[in-house]
């Protein structure tokens, strides 16, 4: 067995809503949309327009600044709207699908038998190449560099995230084809982290061709940017690529099938969700048919993801692309008299400021609200306590916040992502928006660098 890894920092969040070990496949979806926002630093292009037929894998649009890159269509069917945003910016491109669906065909073959080029291209016509991204910016992998090595968290850490072992536990060939297709890509090596808390899936175990590292430890020890760090960290000029099991066993699909297939299992949680549970459908399907009789009264949250890094989506919304788990939390909007004055034993606290403290054992049922407004932004310790890498984080934001381009270098922008600082924003006494600073750094680094 491979060194394993111990991640001493973080925080799991004990929120109530696991979903139970069953996959039910849901009811197909009547839309299906592609939202070039779940894309990080893309410019989209539009190939179709509202009343055009597509097949799945068909390209409904493509990114200006790498025109081969497309992005298609899960299903097949009719466009039947391309919502907006401010500046005319494209939001979603809505697909009605057919009952039975029709396939775009690719060539393919053997992934030992080809170049990368052709490797390259197939994947990019498909629609499958965003699932490859890179550090640093975790933007869409681009084809012309050479990554000194890959990536796969096996795992997710994150509050209520859905168990990848049991998600991938019968796709052994396509999760090895997919790793057949990796390992053309770059000359580096292909690291598969796995959690060293329970035996993993043969699925991991039987794959050839990678190395296996084991992680233990809190939240965020399932976040790639974490294991990249303590494995081969990044530095100025470096390029190191990623990606996730489902991802890899669609791109294995790819090669065995010659057909961009969408499917993917995503976990349903959350305190909100009455029966919690495991669904198979297609990328980018509207949620619906999963939540309708399936959630309590009130004023709902709804998230694609988890409560820390998911995105707000409407109670008939969409999966997004990279998202395996939609979350269903209350809205917290309520006002607590003297809130701050109770003792707080069913209060969940990431500190001993409450008496909860005192019962670990406890899952709780957290909502949105924020509990105070915006302060100052201070330096009170709580971001170091959480935050397992070794850099400094707060003075980090702090050169982000007035742009200071050197500083940002020295103290380790290139090794990090949004989602390395959400537990920094959860426990943020200041209430400060983190995970969007660290963002509007990357971008500023992306754009000086370029």
Not at 105 to 130: A, C, H, M, Y
Not at 166 to 182: M, N, R, S, T
Not at 398 to 425: N, P, T
Request: hydrophobic share 35%; charged share 25%.
């Amino acid at each position: 067995m491979s060194k394993v890894i111990k991640i001493k920092k973080g925080l799991n969040i004990k929120i109530l809503g696991n979903a139970e070990k069953i996959i039910k496949k849901a009811d197909q979806s009547e839309f299906y949309a592609v939202k070039p926002s779940d894309f990080t630093g893309i410019r989209p292009k539009l190939v179709v327009k509202v009343g055009d037929k597509v097949k799945a894998g068909s390209p409904l649009f493509f990114d200006k600044f790498q025109p081969k890159v497309q992005f298609t269509s899960p299903v097949s069917g009719e466009v039947v709207e391309i919502n907006r945003g401010e500046r005319r910016a494209i939001l979603e491109v809505v697909v009605k699908a057919d009952t039975t669906i029709e396939y775009e065909e690719f060539n393919v073959g053997n992934p030992k038998d080809l170049s990368r080029e052709e490797i390259i291209e197939t994947l990019q016509k498909s629609g499958l190449w965003p699932t490859i991204r890179q550090r640093p910016y975790s933007t869409i992998a681009n084809a012309e560099d050479k990554p000194k090595a890959i990536f796969i968290s096996a795992f997710d850490s994150a509050p209520l995230a859905p168990d990848m072992d049991y998600v991938v536990k019968d796709c052994v060939d396509c999760f090895q084809k997919g790793i057949d297709v990796l390992s053309k890509l770059t000359e580096g090596k292909i690291h598969l982290n796995l959690n060293a808390d329970y035996p993993p899936a043969e699925t991991y175990t039987k794959a050839k061709g990678v190395q296996l590292n084991y992680f233990t430890g809190p939240h965020p020890s399932g976040n790639v940017g974490i294991q990249i760090n303590k494995i081969d960290p990044i530095n100025k000029g470096d390029i190191v690529w990623y990606t996730y099991p489902q991802e890899i066993v669609s791109i294995g699909r790819l090669f065995m099938e010659g057909k961009y297939d969408a499917t993917k299992i995503v976990a349903l949680t959350g305190s909100e969700v009455k029966n919690p549970k495991y669904f198979k459908i297609l990328g980018g399907a509207s949620i619906k048919n999963m939540v309708e009789n399936n959630v309590n009264d009130g004023q709902l949250r709804y998230i694609s993801g988890n409560i820390l890094t998911g995105s707000k989506i409407d109670k008939d919304g969409y999966v997004g692309y990279y998202d395996n788990q939609i979350t269903v939390i209350p809205e917290g909007k309520y006002h607590e008299f003297f809130g701050w004055a109770t003792p707080g034993f069913k209060k969940y606290t990431a500190s001993r400021a409450l008496l909860s403290w005192l019962i670990p054992g406890r899952k709780y049922r957290l909502d949105t609200n924020m509990h105070g407004g915006n302060r100052a932004y201070v330096m009170t310790g709580e971001y170091e306590k959480v935050f397992p890498m070794d850099i400094y984080p707060v003075q980090l934001i702090k050169a982000i916040m007035v742009e200071d381009i050197d500083k940002m270098e020295q103290l380790g922008i290139y090794e990090v992502d949004e989602e390395d600082f959400a537990l920094c924003e959860y426990v943020c006494t200041s209430k400060t928006e983190v995970q969007s600073i660290i963002r509007s750094g990357l971008d500023l680094m992306r754009k000086e660098m370029s």
